[in-house]
């Protein structure tokens, strides 16, 4: 081991991570080989590295052999590198100057069943990552100021709690969503599990609360088309949709909704019964207001209809508005734009779409509520008669290798279930008979609620359905092996309600390019990390709320929309916050080609003409390298990531194998 | 002795490391011939790198990024994609053949598609035998 003064001291720091990583890889081996390597003056194995006892031990040999230099060779540094970059600055080494080296997820755990290959790999990973760390240079973080505004995606319940969280701290919160009122689906339902409180009664007030409170400027109608900036400093564009209702004016009192001659399906009751194209949305809409629907007036057809201007006594309605947009800026955003049940028509699950009285639980809800299509009362629609036999069959369009092979994470189960138990609660000489592949009720309640099911008599039948087919009547006939009975049944019923699973809603692709946020393998959008970062995303800034990170139920979106409100409530109190230091330099070999002026995705280059060389504004630039890989003279470097410090990576690459 | 594939990858920081974790925590086995150096974008990977690899040792060489549309820098992959292209003609005339080298889109969530695909190349690489560069350098 060289102990030379002005060299470089590296220390190597192997971790066991209990077995995950010593089980299969011979740590001790690494360690006594990384010895051997030029400029490494110590080496550690511990059985837990980023334990307390596991960095102090580092911060231990960084003191005693006053070194220059860390190597870590334990997990991932996707969610380990901020845990040993600050174990380094306490202990008084930059932060980049700690090299991270994955043995486990790319090592240990790729090549369980061959410990020698494995240990031969890591002694390799261990060694690329000694070349790399003796060219580590150290990088200072600019501090950045973090505007105290907040924009909000979707004010669903998740996004109107993050809201609210954050209004009552005194931030000012932009609330955009894109229907015109807030609510989100919470709105529509009946009766919430495992309570069956009513929906609307515990949500309505909840949206005044939101409207009333004067931090949060709620944008209705409206949608976030582009985001520009970075952590504390974005730009947010904001398209607002033409209601053709001028908002002072009107009071939602719905005289245009009344008087206006167009029937189109009312969305909100899932197009069970008709409204207006001018209409409001429903009784309890926040905010109050009308809005009209052009494709579907009259007037896009160009006729000169005005039963909506002659309805409105206070001459709200106005023709004339745009579509416009706003630009806000915002230290933080909070993603809560909700996700939508499966729709069964594009594959006619069990013949929906065909069979008139096969419905959606969804489509159910909206029956079975006292504000809805047929004020409470279940009826089918072939022959509006009240069905006195009904089948739910849960996991449509969840579970399945053909539609989505994710569970809705039992949120469906107890959907479905609950709508059952409501109508048997309130009609019990109806018969339910329930079909599912397993129950999932996991949390407070849901259990019990499970058991109540069963005892009012709601008949559990454990099997997919494999077809149902209607009969002249109307009637239909669920065909189903029951694989508890072990035999096939045929259960004729009056409706069939499709328990539908939660699938990401169209438009999540857009928010997930707008935003750059990866999508799991579900097509919902990924949170940092599956459980310690739930809320946060890999975008310093951006958070997520609620069931666009996967199924969720409300107890769960609201906490998540809280989660998300106190993760950026942390940047906004604090004021600031620091960039990472690996950004674009260029030296005065530059020959002034400005090819990385066209690469930069960013803008960030510009080339100054009478100096003949180009110029970077760090402040834009984030980092990605690209315009380094084009310079032809290797005058542009990107910090962290030079020529030299990846190239001694791949020199290094192979010795063992 | 059995000829291994030595397989050079170069993943970008937020798409495709994040995939071969994934490969890692859900242990889908792939050869131990594979060597991962992660750069923030596959923008970053110089054709030099690249050269080095085959240099150095490698087999074949796979650069990895974000599908398109979804790079975290907007659209360093695709700086890459050209790359690519151009380093394969480079290396078909050097005769190392090009398919040697590939570029491969890999997200977060496809850890079993980072699997897959190191599996399959390793096994191309294999048909196609070690790099006539080796024997040169030896």
Known sequence: ???????????????????????????????RYAATLPGVVCTSVNKFTCSDSGQADIQEHIRRYNLNRVVVAACTPKTHEPTFRVCCEEAGLNQYLLEFVNIRDQCSWMHIWDAEGATKKAKDLVRMGVYRAKLLEPLEES???????????????????????????????????????????????????????????????KMVEVARNENIEIMSYSEVVEVAGFVGNFEVTIEHKPRYIDMDKCNGCAQCAEKCPVEVPYDFNEGFGTRGAAYVPFPQAVPLRAVIDLENCLRSEGKECKACIKACDRDAIDFSQMKR????????????????????????????????????????????????????????????????????????GSRDVKTNVHCSGGVCCMFNMKNAILLKEKRPEIS?????????????????????AREIG?????????????????????????????????IEVDLVVLGTGIVPHKDIEKISKMLKIPRAADGLLMEAHPKLGPVDTVLGGVFVAGSVSGPKDIPFAVAQGSGAASRAARLLVVGKTKIEGITAASDESCIGCGLCVDVCPYGAITLDEKENRVMIVEAICKGCGTCAATCPVGAMEQRHFKNKQVEAQVKNLFAFT | MEFEPKIVVFCCNWCSYAGADLAGVSRYQY????????????????????????????????????????????SGNLKAEQRVGNTRKALEYLGLGAERLRLEWISASEGMKFAEVMQEFTEKIKELGPSPLKSRFK
């Open chain 2, 31 to 74: 050869p131990p011939g594979v060597r991962i150096v992660r750069v923030m974008c596959s923008g970053r990977v110089d054709p030099v790198f690249i050269f080095d690899a085959f240099e150095n040792g490698a087999d074949g060489v796979i650069v990895t990024g974000c599908h398109p549309g979804d790079c975290h820098y907007v």
């Open chain 1, 325 to 396: 947009y706003s630009k806000v800026k915002a230290g933080v955003i909070i993603v809560a734009p909700g996700s939508v049940t499966y729709d069964p028509e594009q594959r006619n699950d069990y013949g929906y779409g065909i069979y008139d009285n096969v419905i959606t639980t969804m489509e159910f809800e909206r029956l079975l509520n006292a504000a809805g299509p047929t004020e409470g009362h279940v009826i089918r629609p072939s022959d509006c008669k009240e069905p006195m036999r009904l089948g739910f069959i849960n996991c449509v």
């Open chain 1, 458 to 490: 709601i008949r559990f039948i454990r099997g997919l359905p494999s077809e149902v087919i209607e009969l002249e009547n109307g009637n239909l006939v669920i065909r189903v092996e029951d694989t508890l009975k072990g035999e096939v049944r045929n």
């Open chain 1, 143 to 205: 501090e950045v100021a973090v505007n105290p505004n907040v924009v909000v995606i979707g004010a669903g319940v998740a996004g109107m709690q993050a809201a609210m969280d954050l209004g009552d701290m005194g931030f000012h919160v932009y609330l955009v969503e894109k229907e015109p009122s807030i609510g989100g689906r919470m709105a529509r339902f009946d009766k919430v599990f495992p309570t069956n409180d009513c929906s609307i009664c515990i949500l309505g007030p």
């Open chain 1, 432 to 452: 339910c008979y329930l079909f599912y592949m397993d129950i999932r009720a996991p949390f407070r309640g849901y259990e019990e609620f499970y058991t109540r």
């Open chain 1, 1 to 31: 081991m060289g102990e030379k003064e002005g060299e470089e001291r590296i220390g190597v720091f192997v971790c066991r991570c209990g077995v995950n990583i010593g089980g299969v890889v011979d740590c001790d081996d690494v360690a």
